[in-house]
Nanobody, 119 residues
């Protein structure tokens, strides 16, 4: 079974930046980031194809967040810029969707890392 471990979360002021990391135990087809804020459903953030580098983003983060991967380190990153209080959530790494890349039906999930953005 694939293991995914997130890190890099923390607290930041609005307008600031954070970079999240997801260390994987092996290379997969797609890797993605989701987030879940208190009282809200889990939301798709971004996904990347490991082989080609093709990326897709949720509408709420386009132009602000960037997903990337390091093939040698088997690590996926989420660079978050121009952070807003609405970005506050637990961020989860996921791998290999069962359907579309924006679907919640992924085969593997990490435990999550907290991101808090203050105004």
């Amino acid at each position: 079974q694939v293991q995914l471990v997130e890190s890099g979360g923390g607290s930041v002021q609005a307008g600031g930046s954070l970079r999240l990391s997801c260390a994987a135990s092996g290379r997969r087809w797609y890797a993605a980031w989701f987030r879940q804020a208190p009282g809200k459903e889990r939301e798709f953030v971004a996904a990347i194809n490991w082989g080609t580098g093709f990326t897709i983003y949720g509408d709420s983060v386009k132009g602000r967040f960037t997903i990337s991967r390091d093939n040698a380190k088997l690590t996926v990153y989420l660079q978050m810029n121009s952070l807003k209080p609405d970005d506050t959530a637990v961020y989860y790494c996921a791998a290999d969707p069962q359907g579309s890349v924006a679907s919640l039906k992924y085969n593997y999930w990490g435990q999550g890392t907290q991101v808090t953005v203050s105004s």
